[in-house]
C-alpha cells in the first residue's frame, strides 16, 4: 500500500523515480523496490519521502476510500521502521494524518534512534511491559509498566530499552510526525 501511494504522489507531481531517490536522499533501487512492495522502507526514509512531497508520514498511509471506523486486526498492519532499523512500530490507527498510535517492542539494548531527534509532535509512550528509558538533552526518565510520558516532541528524545527484558510500548503521536 505504501509504495502504491508513493507512486501515486510522484507520478502526480511528474517525478522520476531517479529524481525523487535524489531530493530524498535514498537510491532509485531502494525507492523502485519500495514501490513495488518488495521492501519496507524505514522511517527516517518515509520522513524523507513525506518531506519532498510536503506530507506528514501518516499521509502515505491514507487511503482516501478508508471507512470511517476501522479495526486494526494483527497480522494485518502496517509497519515501520526507526532510523538504523533497529526498532519495529506497528501502526495501530490509519493513516488519516489527524493521529498515530503504534505499537513495539524494544529488545534489550535497542533504541529508537542513534542520536536525540526532535519534530513538532505531542508525543505519549504508554509502557505495557518492561522498563523504557527515555532520554532527553537535559533529563533521562525511567516508565515502568502503567506509566506513561507525555511530552512536546520537539524537545530532542530518543526511546532506550535499557533493561535485560523485552519492552512492550504504546506511542500516540499528535499530529503524526511529518
Not at 522520476?16 to 525507492?31: D, G, M, Y
Not at 515502568?144 to 526511546?159: A, K, L
Request: a negative charge.
Amino acid at each position: 500500500m505504501i509504495g502504491e501511494r508513493l507512486r501515486e504522489l510522484r507520478t502526480a507531481r511528474g517525478m522520476s523515480l531517479r529524481v525523487l531517490a535524489e531530493q530524498a536522499n535514498v537510491s532509485p533501487t531502494l525507492l523502485s523496490q519500495v514501490e513495488r512492495g518488495i521492501t519496507e522502507p524505514s522511517l527516517a526514509t518515509l520522513r524523507r519521502l513525506a518531506g519532498v512531497f510536503g506530507e506528514s508520514v501518516a499521509s502515505l498511509f491514507a487511503d482516501p476510500t478508508a471507512p470511517s471506523v476501522w479495526v486494526s486486526r494483527p497480522g494485518e498492519r502496517t509497519t515501520l521502521g526507526a532510523p538504523n532499523g533497529q526498532i519495529r512500530y506497528e501502526r495501530l490507527t490509519p493513516g488519516n494524518g489527524q493521529l498515530e498510535v503504534l505499537h513495539s517492542v524494544l529488545a534489550p539494548g535497542e533504541v529508537s534512534s542513534e542520536e536525540l531527534w526532535s519534530h513538532p509532535s505531542l508525543e505519549c509512550a504508554y509502557v505495557v511491559a518492561g522498563m523504557l528509558t527515555v532520554e532527553f538533552d537535559r533529563a533521562t526518565y525511567t516508565v515502568v509498566p502503567g506509566e506513561s510520558i507525555t511530552f512536546d516532541s520537539s524537545q530532542p528524545h530518543r526511546y532506550r530499552n535499557t533493561s535485560d527484558a523485552p519492552t512492550e510500548i504504546v506511542l500516540a503521536i499528535n499530529p503524526p510526525t511529518p
